[in-house]
Every structure is written in structure tokens, then in C-alpha cells.
């Protein structure tokens, strides 16, 4: 019986009628129905994983097959997504693949601002952090202090770090800062340091996930367990399995990276452990209760800090972790718009409309600047995002964007 390589095109065609009929199948039993289904090509399970990656429909299965560079979220069943959005907004899981969504509950007319959220976790871009660092800007949301301004405050153990307002101090300080000051943690110094000098925004991002769960263990294990279930909704990957999508990642850079990764996960260990002994005077412990041994074992390790690390990357809308916005999907012709509400900060996100929408329609922004040509954002998304956009911009003519929608999204072509 004489043998064939199919091309690509039948090959993926193949396997996506396969999994249509059944969505559950993983790698090894597509590899196997193809195998029955026709005994004369020549396939490989490679092959398989590859064509099933680049069509988006590779995922956890039933039988236990896992690609880990699908990114995997939830529906965070924490937020109340009814008082948030004034009932204007549900969501629902769509599939493995895309994951869960944001969808209108009723005819909405353009303009209309959806929600308006803070963030869960932020850190700035790192030259805003960087005036951070010097006083010139707020150590919560970035802003930029003004020289004398009334309302702004310093933090009353360091001295360095300023704040535009009280309330973004003690917003800080709940969340961050208190590991991070230089006078209470100076262990913590090394980490933010290697964060620095590698401009790595990402880094410092995931540290803040790790200070949310820290500071969560110290008030209860209830709030422990909200903030863990909050983390957990996010779509989560690998940083490591980001990284292999990019063109330049080889043997050399590889080891270079886990060289770096293995560093800052020494140093963000030394400035997490407990207890925490503080070096101002009269001041309480920051750590005062031991994390629970299994969850301590499993966070500090490189597994864990890499899925933090790919999760900050993955889900940042400049800067922040939002737990409504990250269910927001992607499309090259987007119906919502990302505002910043604050004067003079990306802290804080709106969601407005670009266009009147119908009920059960799903809510979508753009994850990249939709003025590039269709292969520029096809290669952004599949490295940035890890999936091949089959949108009708994206598989049909590449005929650009409405005025409706350019004049929505501030842009000309």
C-alpha cells in the first residue's frame, strides 16, 4: 500500500473535523483517528501538536494531554459582575480554547461606558516607575507629583517612596508597598534591583501577585482563599512556553533566561521569607504568619513564579490585573474601546462601546494596534498572546476598520 504526506491544509482541515466531532480528544487521539481514518498518510504526533497549535485548538483533553502553551483561565466567580456592570454584562465560558468571555445581557447603544474598574494588581511601565523611585511620581498610581502639592505624602517609614494622596498611600501599603519599603524589607532590595537593570515590568508584576497573597495570608484564610481564587481566574501559561514562540529562542538564549529566572526567584524568596524581620524601630513584623506548608512549597517554586511571570504578561492592560477586564477577548475589528478615566494615569480602566451592540453579542477589544497589516498582527498575536486570530479581517479580505469604528478608537490610517 503506497503511503502520501498530506500538505498542511488537508492535514489541519482533518484535524479540526475531528476535533468538531469530538472536542475532547487531545494530541495523541487525533494522531490516532487520523491513523484509522486514513492508513495511508504519513503523519507525526509533532506534526499533529504543531498544525493543532498554530489552529488554536489544542488543549487540555480528557484522556489527560495538556499543550502547555495554551493559556488556561476561569470565570472568577468572586466578582460581582451584576453590581459592577449594572447588569449590562455576564460571563460566559465559550470554549477550552478562547476561554471565558464578556457578553451583553441586552441592546446597548455605542458610547455607552459598560464599566469602570480598578486594578487587582499594577505596576507601572518601568520609566514611569523609575520617577517612582526618585519622588516624582506616585508610588501607587504613577501619577506625576507636582512640586508643593497639598494633597501628597511620603511613606512614613522610608521617606523615599511619594504618593499623590492618602489614599493611594494606603492603598500602597495594603497591597505592596509594605514589602517592598526599603526600610522595613531590605532583603526585597535585590529583587526589584535585577527588575530594574533587566527593564523587566513583568518581574515586578508578579511580585505584586505574590505581596496580594502574602498580605491576604495575614488578615484570614478566607481572604487567602479569595485572593488565590481571584489569581487563578486569570488566563495563565508559562512564561517559559511564551518565550519558545518567539523566532530568536534557541539552545544559547534558553539557558541564558533560566540563568535569570533561577536569580530573581533566589532573591524573590529571600525578601518573602518568614518571618519577616523588619529594621525600623517600633514597627511589627511585616510576616507574621506562616503560609500554609503545601501552598509555600508550591508558589516559591520555578514552576509557579513562571506562570506568574506569563500571567502578568498575558493579561496587563498597561500595567494592571484587572478581574472584569481579563475576560475580554480579542478582535481585529473591536466593538469596545479601553479608556483610562484618571487625569495623568493608566491606573484604573473604563470600557466604553465603538458601536451599538445586541444582546448576547460578545464584548471585544483589540489586543494590538489595529492599523497593522493582517500578518503583522497575526505574528504579534501568536507570540504576545499565544493564538492565530481566525477573525473575518484576519481570513477574508483585510479591509481595515469602519469610520464608526476609527473615529471610536481615536485612530487614522
Request: proline share 4%; net charge positive; hydrophobic share 35%.
Amino acid at each position: 500500500m503506497a503511503t502520501i504526506t498530506p500538505d498542511a491544509a488537508a492535514l489541519t482541515e482533518r484535524i479540526a473535523a475531528i476535533k468538531k466531532a469530538d472536542p475532547g480528544l487531545g494530541i495523541k487521539k487525533v494522531l490516532t483517528t487520523i491513523q484509522a481514518q486514513e492508513p495511508t498518510w504519513l503523519v507525526s504526533e509533532k506534526r499533529v501538536k504543531k498544525l493543532m497549535g498554530e489552529a488554536g485548538i489544542a488543549v487540555a483533553s480528557a484522556d489527560g494531554e495538556v499543550d502547555a502553551s495554551v493559556p488556561i483561565s476561569h470565570i472568577d466567580t468572586g466578582v460581582d459582575i451584576h453590581a459592577l456592570t449594572n447588569g449590562l454584562v455576564t460571563t460566559r465560558m465559550i470554549n477550552r480554547v478562547i476561554g471565558k468571555g464578556l457578553f451583553a445581557t441586552q441592546d446597548i447603544p455605542k458610547g455607552k461606558v459598560l464599566f469602570t474598574e480598578f486594578p487587582f494588581v499594577y505596576f507601572p511601565p518601568m520609566k514611569r516607575y523609575n520617577m517612582v523611585v526618585k519622588g516624582e511620581a506616585c508610588g501607587l498610581c504613577a501619577r506625576t507629583i507636582k512640586a508643593g502639592g497639598l494633597l501628597s505624602c511620603g511613606c512614613p517609614k522610608c521617606g523615599r517612596i511619594k504618593y499623590c494622596t492618602k489614599a493611594c498611600r494606603d492603598t500602597a501599603w495594603d497591597s505592596s508597598h509594605k514589602f517592598e519599603c526599603a526600610a522595613l524589607n531590605p532583603a526585597m532590595k535585590d529583587y526589584i534591583n535585577l527588575c530594574v537593570r533587566e527593564n523587566w515590568n513583568a518581574g515586578m508584576g508578579a511580585l505584586r501577585c505574590y505581596e496580594r497573597i502574602l498580605i491576604a495570608n495575614e488578615e484570614s484564610p478566607e481572604e487567602l482563599d479569595a485572593v488565590l481564587k481571584h489569581l487563578d481566574a486569570f488566563a495563565t501559561v508559562s512564561q517559559e512556553e511564551r518565550q519558545k514562540k518567539e523566532s530568536s529562542w534557541d539552545m544559547m538564549s534558553s539557558e541564558s533566561q533560566m540563568m535569570l529566572w533561577e536569580e530573581a526567584l533566589k532573591h524573590l524568596i529571600k525578601g518573602c521569607r518568614f518571618p519577616l524581620k523588619v529594621t525600623a524601630k517600633d514597627t511589627p513584623s511585616v510576616l507574621t504568619k506562616a503560609l500554609p506548608e503545601k501552598l509555600s512549597k508550591d508558589l516559591f517554586s520555578m514552576d509557579t513564579f513562571l506562570k506568574f511571570v506569563g500571567r502578568y504578561n498575558i493579561n496587563n492592560q498597561d500595567g494592571g490585573l484587572y478581574l472584569l477586564h481579563s475576560s475580554l477577548n480579542h478582535a481585529c475589528v473591536p466593538n469596545a474601546i479601553i479608556d483610562h478615566p484618571g487625569a495623568g494615569t493608566n491606573y484604573g480602566v473604563s470600557v466604553r462601546l465603538a458601536r451599538d451592540i445586541k444582546r448576547d453579542e460578545q464584548l471585544q477589544i483589540t489586543y494590538c494596534d489595529p492599523r497593522w497589516g493582517r500578518e503583522t498582527r497575526q505574528q504579534y498575536l501568536k507570540t504576545e498572546y499565544l493564538f492565530t486570530c481566525k477573525c473575518k479581517r484576519c481570513t477574508g479580505a483585510d479591509d481595515g476598520l469602519s469610520e464608526e469604528i476609527k473615529q471610536a478608537l481615536g485612530v487614522t490610517f
